[in-house]
């Protein structure tokens, strides 16, 4: 049995090798890795003695050979097949471990020329891959080093690979070379050269997407039962991101779940201080911050309880057995937190339908990028895609301008900060009252600005909260003043808006008219 090894990243070959060896497995390699090898007291022949041709241009060569891709594709099943090795001197391979060139880490580095990125497109080793990858009945493949161990053990115990294992390190190993040449792709094609051609800047949107996912899970459905959905993840997916959150009880998600609770979790994590948000249809119905667990989430639940019934409710603090009882008087679909103390879980072993996810936050404050933020958002339309960056803006209070007469007190400059931070996660046309922390009413998707307004104050009296000197976030200008005084009159004291209306004078006059304080963020976040 031939094993041919040929590794960018080295990370544990010379004790796999050193076992394939103690199986009775013969070792071929080239450069780098034969050496290694070598060094480490291991019996290796090198590519170029199997080929009778040596490596060269500076390595671009050694692999792209008869002897290798010969040994690599021959089919063991077919007379003629072994014949024709036989014929020409060639010995089959059965086992190779190739991983590529680092060039989606080089094209990462800040600095990357088109030099470095060319000179790490791998040529010789995803020729390999491909030819092993498809002659999988009878050669292993693999490309990646958590391969080396489950492969290890199965040639141990069987002294040989089943098909299934050959078939799943074949798929693998397709799905790498897509990865690597869409990265390429992705890279090249982002390249814009001056007009005089001496120079390639890299572009944010390159002229092919290649968009690359790993599938979690089928769904039972979609958004509809009529409809069949599936749950992908990001090929390299952010830290504190939804999808690296762990199940801990209750019923699988569904397509909604899935959509509401990543709608959640994108607000609450976004708070430094102990937050609790309550979505239900992709919209926040309660959001409030707290000295507690506990405490966020009664202030959140106050805000619209009958809203709050079935739906999804998260924690950017572990959620302690205090909260958990609060949160099981009421109905809930998916539970998020940070963590779950003991005391918490057995509070709802009593609700095993209850689905809890745990997603651990990555170091950093709630204003890091970093934290699990998508860097693009993507929206499909008929046979299209629209990309943009996201929308990852967080507001400074530097940024804010009062543009009224009247000037925001500490406490009216928390209210709007607030405000606005919620604003952002609700579907456009936005109008959000808060006080003291939380949220009081939110009008959330309207076509018109003046009916989310109305709706605003709909919710909080139907929750019998008082409106009298909260602050109001619109996620876009007012383009008339109506809109403005509708929130007046039920009670607001304070405005943020992005302003850029023709007519921000009419309506920075009619603050000052009603004796209200009007600042403006310059940011807008329509979100539709």
């Known amino acids: 049995m031939n094993a041919l090894l040929s590794v960018s990243d080295k990370t544990g070959v010379v004790d796999f090798a050193r076992a394939l060896h103690a199986l009775g497995i013969r070792l071929i390699s080239t450069g780098g890795t034969a050496r290694l090898l070598q060094d480490a007291g291991l019996p290796v022949t090198e590519v170029a003695e199997l080929t009778g041709f040596p490596e060269m241009l500076d390595?671009?060569?050694?692999?792209?050979?008869?002897?290798?891709?010969?040994?690599?594709?021959?089919?063991?099943?077919?007379?003629?097949?072994?014949?024709?090795?036989?014929?020409?001197?060639?010995?089959?391979?059965d086992?190779?471990?190739?991983?590529?060139?680092?060039?989606?880490?080089?094209?990462?580095?800040?600095?990357?020329?088109?030099?470095?990125?060319?000179?790490?497109?791998?040529?010789?080793?995803?020729?390999?891959?491909?030819?092993?990858?498809?002659?999988?009945?009878?050669?292993?493949?693999?490309?990646?080093?958590?391969?080396?161990?489950?492969?290890?053990?199965?040639?141990q115990t069987s002294s040989a690979l089943s098909d299934r294992t050959r078939f799943a390190l074949s798929v693998a190993a397709f799905?790498?070379?897509?990865?690597?040449?869409?990265?390429?792709?992705?890279?090249?094609?982002?390249?814009?050269?001056?007009?005089?051609?001496?120079?390639?800047?890299?572009?944010?949107?390159?002229?092919?997407?290649?968009?690359?996912?790993?599938?979690?899970?089928?769904?039972?459905?979609?958004?509809?039962?009529?409809?069949?959905?599936?749950?992908?993840?990001?090929?390299?997916?952010?830290?504190?991101?939804?999808?690296?959150?762990?199940?801990?009880?209750?019923?699988?998600?569904?397509?909604?779940?899935?959509?509401?609770?990543?709608?959640?979790?994108?607000?609450?994590?976004?708070?430094?201080?102990?937050?609790?948000?309550?979505?239900?249809?992709?919209?926040?119905?309660?959001?409030a911050i707290g000295e507690s667990a506990l405490q966020a989430y009664d202030k959140a639940f106050k805000t619209d309880p009958t809203s709050a019934f079935g739906g999804i409710i998260a924690f950017n603090r572990p959620l302690d057995g205090a909260a958990a009882q609060a949160v099981a008087r009421q109905f809930v679909e998916v539970l998020?937190?940070?963590?779950?103390?003991?005391?918490?879980?057995?509070?709802?072993?009593?609700?095993?339908?209850?689905?809890?996810?745990?997603?651990?936050?990555?170091?950093?404050?709630?204003?890091?990028?970093?934290?699990?933020?998508?860097?693009?958002?993507?929206?499909?339309?008929?046979?299209g895609l629209l990309m943009q960056t996201a929308d990852n803006?967080?507001?400074?209070?530097?940024?804010?301008?009062?543009?009224?007469r009247a000037q925001p007190t500490p406490q009216q400059l928390q209210d709007l900060l607030f405000a606005w931070k919620v604003a952002k996660y609700v579907k456009s046309n936005a109008i959000v009252f808060c006080k003291d922390g939380m949220t009081m009413g939110v009008g959330a998707g309207q076509m018109s600005r003046l009916d989310s307004a109305r709706i605003a104050s709909i919710?909080?009296?139907?929750?019998?909260?008082?409106?009298?000197?909260?602050?109001?976030a619109s996620d876009a200008f007012f383009p008339f003043r109506d809109g403005l005084d509708v929130v007046v009159d039920a009670g607001a004291r304070c405005v943020i808006q992005p302003g850029g209306s023709m007519r921000d004078a009419e309506v920075i006059a009619a603050a000052d008219e009603r004796g209200v304080v009007m600042v403006f963020s310059g940011v807008r976040h329509f979100r539709h």
């Open 175 to 287: 799905n790498r070379i897509s990865n690597y040449d869409a990265a390429i792709s992705d890279y090249l094609s982002s390249l814009q050269w001056s007009e005089d051609g001496s120079a390639a800047t890299r572009a944010m949107f390159p002229a092919q997407a290649n968009g690359r996912f790993v599938k979690l899970q089928d769904l039972r459905y979609g958004e509809n039962p009529h409809q069949q959905a599936a749950y992908y993840r990001d090929l390299h997916p952010a830290p504190g991101s939804l999808v690296t959150g762990v199940q801990l009880q209750g019923k699988e998600l569904s397509y909604n779940n899935i959509a509401d609770a990543d709608a959640a979790w994108e607000c609450v994590k976004g708070f430094d201080v102990p937050a609790c948000v309550i979505v239900k249809h992709a919209n926040p119905c309660g959001v």
């Open 95 to 155: 086992l190779l471990v190739v991983n590529l060139y680092p060039f989606e880490a080089t094209v990462a580095k800040p600095g990357c020329t088109l030099e470095d990125a060319i000179e790490n497109i791998d040529i010789g080793g995803p020729a390999m891959v491909r030819s092993a990858a498809k002659n999988w009945k009878d050669v292993g493949v693999l490309t990646d080093a958590s391969q080396y161990a489950p492969v290890l053990q199965e040639l």
């Open 59 to 93: 390595g671009r060569v050694k692999t792209l050979h008869p002897k290798v891709h010969g040994g690599l594709l021959a089919r063991r099943d077919l007379p003629e097949h072994r014949a024709a090795l036989q014929a020409h001197g060639i010995e089959a391979i």
């Open 393 to 404: 803006h967080a507001l400074q209070p530097s940024e804010l301008k009062v543009v009224s």
């Open 459 to 472: 919710k909080a009296q139907h929750a019998g909260l008082s409106l009298q000197d909260t602050a109001v």
């Open 336 to 383: 998020i937190a940070t963590d779950f103390t003991p005391e918490a879980l057995e509070v709802f072993k009593a609700k095993a339908n209850v689905r809890l996810m745990k997603i651990a936050l990555p170091p950093g404050g709630a204003t890091d990028w970093a934290r699990g933020q998508n860097l693009m958002d993507i929206k499909r339309v008929g046979s």
